[in-house]
């Protein structure tokens, strides 16, 4: 009897399920993190990074490098704007517009003066597309150009977003309903239903 509950047991616990990727950090490895990153990791990315996992298959793992805390696939963010805080993309909508005006055209110039005024003008459009996502994360590559975001500063701490200007220029928010206003998802909605279904229609 006692064998035959042993087994009936063994049949109906439910299986154990292990996260995906590396181990949990320790508190103190986020904290040390977080240091020398100079910000405060939104609560519950925080939380996720200590209780179940620090990254690898399901998104970037955040490790301890040889250049100290980071993302390692993130070799294009700039350490020196992740403090900053995330723009939402309305923010400066009209700014690029300006840019994009005062693009130099070759009629306008000597043939010099125009390879001076282009490289000045792409300089500041590359610095300006840099600034696009200050404060935030590549938390998934996609391939060809795509990424999804997570903004750890500012007001927008905590969403996640869609780095589309592989094609389109835009950075859009990755939301549950994009017919009422396109509300960021949080990264644990994120996690929940992955960046294909939080695209809007017709992406």
């Not at 949990?24 to 925080?46: C, D, H």
């Not at 909508?93 to 005062?102: G, S, V």
């Not at 859009?172 to 239903?193: D, I, K, Q, Y």
Request: with cysteine.
């Amino acid at each position: 009897m006692i064998r035959r509950l042993g087994a009936r047991a063994r049949l109906t616990r439910p299986p154990v399920r292990q996260p995906a990727g590396p181990p949990p950090l320790t508190e103190a490895e986020v904290a040390e993190a977080e240091a020398q990153l100079g910000i405060v990791l939104p609560p519950e990315y925080r939380r996720h990074l200590m209780e179940v996992s620090a990254g690898g298959e399901t998104f970037v793992r955040l490790e301890r490098t040889a250049d100290g805390w980071w993302w390692p696939h993130n070799t294009a963010t700039r350490r020196d704007l992740l403090a900053l805080p995330f723009p939402h993309p309305d923010s400066y909508k009209e700014a690029d517009e300006a840019l994009a005006r005062r693009e130099p055209r070759i009629e306008d110039h000597p043939d010099e003066a125009y390879a001076r005024a282009m490289t000045a003008w792409d300089d500041e459009a590359g610095e300006f597309e840099d600034r696009k996502t200050a404060g935030a994360v590549v938390i998934k590559e996609h391939g060809c150009g795509f990424a999804t975001l997570l903004a750890v500063t500012g007001p927008l701490a905590g969403t996640v977003w869609w780095d589309g200007r592989a094609t389109c220029d835009l950075i859009l928010p990755l939301s549950l309903n994009h017919a009422t206003g396109a509300r960021p998802v949080t990264f644990g909605e994120w996690l929940e239903h992955g960046s294909s279904n939080l695209l809007p229609p017709g992406w």
